[in-house]
């Protein structure tokens, strides 16, 4: 079992960057494939950026492709989200999620471990 606990976020203004990490507990991280998806209030959670388990291929929706760089850390267990030049429309709830098997996809019910969020507003 993978317990997920993201950091990170905060209010700043738009054209800034952020740097969310998520922290996992448990042995094994490696085999996990990660993922980060965001909700904004009063619309549907969305997938932003996935990666599997060694770090070699990665996967972004359009809207922050560009933008945002997900990345992780084996020896730390840790996965992180750079995000560059921040938008009003990125201002969500962003939460990390482990999926066994090692490859992160983009469809929230393939992944089986989820954290809290970590929220994050982008003021214009």
């Known amino acids: 079992q993978v317990q997920l606990q993201e950091s990170g976020g905060g209010l700043v203004q738009a054209g800034d960057s952020l740097r969310l990490s998520c922290v996992a507990s448990?042995?094994?991280?490696?085999?996990?494939?990660m993922g980060w998806f965001r909700q904004a209030p009063g619309k549907e959670r969305e997938f932003v950026a996935a990666?599997?388990?060694?770090?070699?291929?990665?996967s972004y929706a359009d809207s922050v492709k560009g933008r945002f760089t997900i990345s992780r850390d084996n020896a730390k267990n840790l996965v992180y989200l750079q995000m560059n030049n921040l938008k009003p429309e990125d201002t969500a709830v962003y939460s990390c999620?482990?999926?066994?098997?090692?490859?992160?996809?983009?469809?929230?019910?393939?992944?089986?471990?989820w954290g809290q969020g970590t929220k994050v507003t982008v003021s214009s």
């Open positions: 448990g042995r094994s991280f490696y085999q996990y494939g």
């Open positions: 999620a482990a999926v066994g098997g090692g490859l992160g996809g983009r469809f929230a019910h393939e992944y089986e471990y």
């Open positions: 990666i599997s388990w060694n770090g070699g291929t990665t």
